[in-house]
């Protein structure tokens, strides 16, 4: 929607000065075209555009001016040159004069021009944003129109600063013409996507939406791109598209009075329709009568007109088009009635409908019914009837041809599968994987392995079998991934290790084995051997054989994770260790040409042969349950999915796609704790007590009924002091108290010394905890104090994010600053990436002594009188670190009309700059 023709205009006021143009001919060009066709090869094709360049650059260069005739010529030959593939080096500063001519063909000839071969970044892109910005305040319509299409090709910051206020004006203003309503309409689409901080949507908002109550359906069509756009961003200014969405929609599908020029093939205007479709998944069923009347209506009309087929007036079937664009509006209106979720009725028609689809004799009609099926699949009400489908979709899955509709229908089964159909459905895909296309052999198993652990319940050795069975039939298509959570199950479930030792170990006796499957069985060796070591058949000498067969064939990363497995099994069996430190000893280990494996085999042997038997048990001991029980493989799903559908398909498919990341997430965290522990964990933030901290540095950590956490905190050059405080609010004593603190990620950033706490916090007694804390080096979140504790027998973590920030390290200058000094320190700080300058809106009415107070509190202590405008904030500070201190100055400019703020922050650290100033503006 967004690119525009220029060289047939759509305008009916246009069409006459077209077809003038056309017959001034161009027969120089016509010519040259022809000559271009006509090159036996391309060698001959490149000699005559080189030629032609040159006698370009020659008629540019000369004294004798140009006619606007000639320029266009010559303008557009290399327009016709660009497009064949060839680089342009001239020509732009003639092509741009073109734009302040006053005759329509040129000017449309330099707008083309700069559309196609000139972008933002360019040198003389400056000059064109002022024509542009000249032609938009024109009166001529047809000028007007020409910048709005260059604009929505390619307008960016640059030209949104310039020309953005005039485009919003023209989008809502009453005199202008529908012609240009449209174009600017596509003109604010393009600027929203590039530079959305430089329009002010939200002022505009209420005009916005009552584009959509314009009686042209072609300025409606061209704002719900726009609307759909913007109310993804900006939901609430945006909520009453909903009303008039429902009202415009009700006349399309019910009314029938729409414009007939936008009639196709007897449905009236369906682009028109799906949009406004798409614009309603974005909110809530709506809550008014009237409108919810109308839409059931105009639903279920949608669902029925999909079976109707009308005939001709001569009494002929109607053509494929009109059964293309009814059934886009059907599919639009699944997603929709799949959003709201509400109504049993309407979504087993839905069902009903697709079912018969299902066995359509058009592969088309196959693969979009598949494709919403998988979408109802999620919902409320209908997923028994999809149930009712699953011998269908199983075929589709078995005998389609078409990798597309395979594809399809497993997404079906994926969404279908629960707890009762998980083992049916998994052994289908596997049975499919085996002949599945490569393009989609990763997606698949990626879901398999999803399926596997989400519904696993209890029986976890039928996990093993089907992630080993998986690897075994797909191992060159299983992502790192999928056996790292392998890895992470086994080692979290004590129930589960002895038989997958067992199973691995079987696994491996055969030699051709794939990679990933010597990775996991070298694993699980090498921590459970021991559960299968009093098996003759499975002996430790008998795991290490196995173990040294593979090590030749397998790739250095294997490698170096087996060289582990060597280690950890004779730490397990002392009667093997003295040939494990032979066989490390070999020169293709420890002097191996690979840095990595040579390291690993020095270092093992060292750690074997050491005098003090204790450090290696300590080393090299069984490896703890797994703490992060979260698993990465629905985003590498989601990652992988590259369909049209997941990028700019319906709003809902892609919202409950994303829902599903949390889904697996929350299963697998209870799934997965391990066996030793009696009761499941529950895990708990604070983020919703953290806000205030940015500027303070003491108040509630959290807080429920029964646990109150609070924080006393002060900080001096380099190093802070907490104090942390436990109360008991419960009638129950607080047991197995245990606390850690921990930077995420920069572990060498901070130095924390965390003094212990007693295990029993009795009912209403409080316990106070020290913290000492030492900044060494930038980090750019908080630390976290890990507190577990048992209440009435259940196991809670709390993750509490600490008040240590990076701005806590910041202190006044010593000694005061004048503003000479101060602008002396700020240009030799020079500009990005030191310089950070951020642009935001305000949270609310900007009032001065609150701003001023805020940046006080933030530690960077005001500097009056330095700043010519006294609205401004001017400060300094220093950064302390253990070792160095880093200056800091800042700028704060705030626009009180505009509620605007601009954050402009220098540092000598780049790094240190971008985190100081993301943590102040989070204030604002």
């Known amino acids: 929607n967004t690119f525009c023709s220029y060289i047939e205009e759509e305008d009916h006021h246009c069409h006459h000065l077209v077809e003038e ?348 019914a598949l494709e919403c099926l998988s979408i109802m699949a999620g919902t409320k009400f209908s997923k028994k009837a999809v149930k009712k489908h699953m011998a269908t979709v199983q075929r589709a899955l078995r005998d389609e041809a078409d990798s597309t509709v395979q594809r399809r229908a497993v997404d079906v089964l994926y969404a279908l599968c629960d707890e009762e159909l998980v083992q049916d459905v998994v052994k289908q895909l596997l049975n499919f994987l085996k002949r599945a296309d490569y393009s989609i052999r990763e997606e698949l198993v990626l879901k398999i392995a999803i399926l596997s652990e989400r519904f696993v319940g209890e029986n976890y050795t039928w996990y093993v079998d089907v992630m080993l069975q998986l690897i075994k039939d797909a191992g060159d298509h299983v992502p790192p991934e999928v056996w790292y959570r392998v890895i992470q199950v086994i080692v979290n479930r004590q129930d589960v290790q002895d038989y997958a030792a067992k199973t691995c170990f079987e696994a491996l006796l055969d030699p051709a084995v794939h990679d990933t499957m010597v990775n996991i069985g070298g694993y699980v060796l090498g921590e459970f051997g021991h559960l299968i070591a009093n098996d003759p058949n499975s002996a430790p000498p008998k795991q290490v054989e196995l173990v040294q067969m593979h090590y030749p064939m397998v790739d250095s990363s294997t490698r170096a994770l087996l060289l582990t497995t060597y280690v950890k099994l004779a730490n397990l069996f002392p009667e093997i260790k003295p040939h494990i430190v032979q066989l490390l000893k070999a020169n293709h280990f420890i002097k191996s040409s690979d840095a990595e494996l040579q390291q690993r085999a020095n270092e ?44 700019t398909g319906s709003v809902a498919a892609r919202k409950r796609q994303a829902g599903k990341s949390v889904e697996l997430g929350e299963v697998s965290a209870v799934a997965h704790t391990a066996v030793a522990s009696k009761t499941e964990a529950t895990t708990i933030n604070n983020d919703n007590f953290f806000d205030p901290f940015y500027l303070a540095n003491d108040g509630v950590l959290y807080q429920n009924k029964v646990l109150q956490i609070g924080v006393k905190a002060e900080f001096h050059s380099s190093t802070g002091r907490l104090a942390v405080y436990f109360g008991n609010l419960g009638t129950t004593p607080i047991t197995n108290l245990s606390t850690r603190a921990y930077l995420p990620n920069y572990p060498d950033a901070l130095s924390m010394d965390v003094h212990s706490v007693d295990p029993t916090l009795d009912p209403g007694v409080q316990m106070k905890q020290q913290i000492t804390v030492e900044c060494i080096s930038y980090f750019d979140e908080p630390p976290v104090l890990e507190v577990t504790l048992t209440y009435q027998q259940r196991v809670v973590v709390l993750l509490l994010k600490l008040p240590v920030l990076l701005n806590k390290f910041l202190e006044p200058l010593a000694a005061p600053m004048d503003a000479q000094t101060f602008f002396k320190k700020w240009a030799q700080l020079g500009g990005p990436p030191r310089e950070v300058r951020q642009v935001i809106k305000s949270k609310g009415a900007i009032i001065l002594e609150e701003m001023r107070e805020k940046v006080t509190n933030f530690g960077l202590p005001l500097m009056p009188h330095i700043d010519p405008k006294p609205q401004n904030v001017v400060s300094a500070g220093i950064l302390h670190f253990k070792n160095s201190q880093i200056g800091a100055l800042l700028r704060v400019e705030p626009n009180v009309d505009a509620q605007m703020y601009r954050f402009t922050l220098r540092t000598s650290n780049d790094a240190v700059s971008a985190i100081v100033a993301n943590l102040l503006v989070e204030n604002f």
Request: charged share 25%.
């Open 604 to 647: 093992y042997v060292t750690l074997l042969t050491v005098p003090n038997a204790e450090v290696s048990v300590s080393v090299l001991e069984e490896m703890p349950p797994f703490t992060d029980k979260q698993t990465t493989l629905l985003q590498r799903l989601e990652l992988k999915r590259t369909t049209v559908t997941d990028e």
């Open 21 to 368: 143009m056309g017959k001034e001919e161009m027969k120089g060009l016509q010519h040259f075209i022809a000559e271009i066709r006509a090159c036996a090869s391309a060698e001959a094709e490149l000699k005559r555009i080189n030629k032609e360049l040159a006698n370009i650059r020659g008629k540019f260069g000369e004294k004798k001016s140009l006619s606007g005739y000639q320029k266009k010529k010559y303008i557009c030959k290399l327009v016709f040159i660009f497009l064949l593939g060839h680089d342009i080096e001239f020509g732009y500063l003639e092509a741009i004069n073109l734009l302040s001519s006053s005759h329509y063909s040129e000017k449309q000839m330099g707008y083309l021009f700069v559309s196609v071969l000139m972008n933002e970044g360019h040198d003389l892109m400056g000059m064109a944003i002022q024509a542009m910005k000249t032609d938009l305040k024109s009166r001529s319509e047809l000028n007007v129109c020409l910048a709005l299409h260059c604009i929505a090709n390619v307008g960016g910051k640059a030209t949104a600063q310039e020309c953005g206020t005039l485009v919003q004006r023209l989008l809502v203003s009453d005199e202008a013409p529908n012609s240009v309503k449209k174009k600017a309409s596509l003109a604010m689409l393009r600027l929203f996507r590039e530079a959305p901080d430089q329009l002010d949507i939200v002022e505009y908002s209420s005009r916005f939406v009552q584009l959509l109550a314009s009686p042209d359906s072609g300025v409606v069509t061209a704002a719900a791109s726009f609307l759909t756009t913007v109310a993804g961003e900006h939901r609430d200014e945006f909520k009453g598209v909903v009303k008039h969405s429902i009202t415009r929609l009700h006349r399309i599908v019910l009314g029938g009075d729409d414009h007939s020029d936008y009639t196709y093939y007897h449905i009236p205007s369906p682009w028109l329709t799906v949009k406004l479709l798409r614009l309603l998944q974005l909110y809530p069923f709506p809550d008014d009568d009237a409108s919810v009347k109308r839409l059931n209506d105009l639903l279920v009309r949608l669902l029925s007109r999909v079976k109707e087929v009308p005939r001709t007036r001569d009494g002929r079937r109607v053509r494929v088009q009109y059964f293309n664009v009814n059934h886009s509006c059907f599919v639009e209106a699944v997603n929709l009635i799949a959003h709201y979720d509400n109504s049993a009725d309407l979504e087993i028609q839905a069902c009903t409908i697709l079912g018969d689809f299902l066995i359509h004799k058009e592969v088309n009609m196959r693969f979009l």
